[in-house]
């Protein structure tokens, strides 16, 4: 498995903006596609985006489109999510999800690692 570590969570007002950060223990990244799932307090785990090995598809969940971006550096092994324009709905757990393959699914039960998650909280 990937060892997968998450940084740059925390406490933010509406409005503003974070940016995650995940960092991969595998030196064959590159052919792993990547993403972010998020785990709100009695909610189940749900896709936000999601990223191609080469970077060149991005995938976002409806709720975060036009607001998230995703990105990866594979000279790095790290992931990233930038998030803009952040609500209190956003308020979540976010974990860093990698799987083998060009794509990766938006169903938790598909992934293959995980990381520990990092909490962000948005304020109202």
């Known amino acids: 498995q990937v060892q997968l570590v998450e940084s740059g969570g925390g406490l933010v007002q509406a409005g503003g903006s974070l940016r995650l950060s995940c960092a991969a223990s595998?030196?064959?990244?590159?052919?792993?596609?990547m993403g972010w799932f998020r785990q709100a307090p009695g909610k189940e785990r749900e896709f936000v985006a999601a990223i191609s090995w080469t970077g060149s598809s991005t995938f976002y969940a409806d709720s975060v489109k036009g607001r998230f971006t995703i990105s990866r550096d594979n000279a790095k092994d790290t992931v990233y999510l930038q998030m803009n324009s952040l609500t209190p709905e956003d308020t979540a757990i976010y974990y860093c999800?990698?799987?083998?393959?060009?794509?990766?699914?938006?169903?938790?039960?598909?992934?293959?690692?995980w990381g520990q998650g990092t909490q962000v909280t948005v304020s109202s």
């Open positions: 595998e030196r064959t990244f590159s052919t792993y596609a």
């Open positions: 999800a990698s799987s083998r393959g060009y794509v990766l699914s938006t169903y938790p039960v598909d992934i293959g690692s």
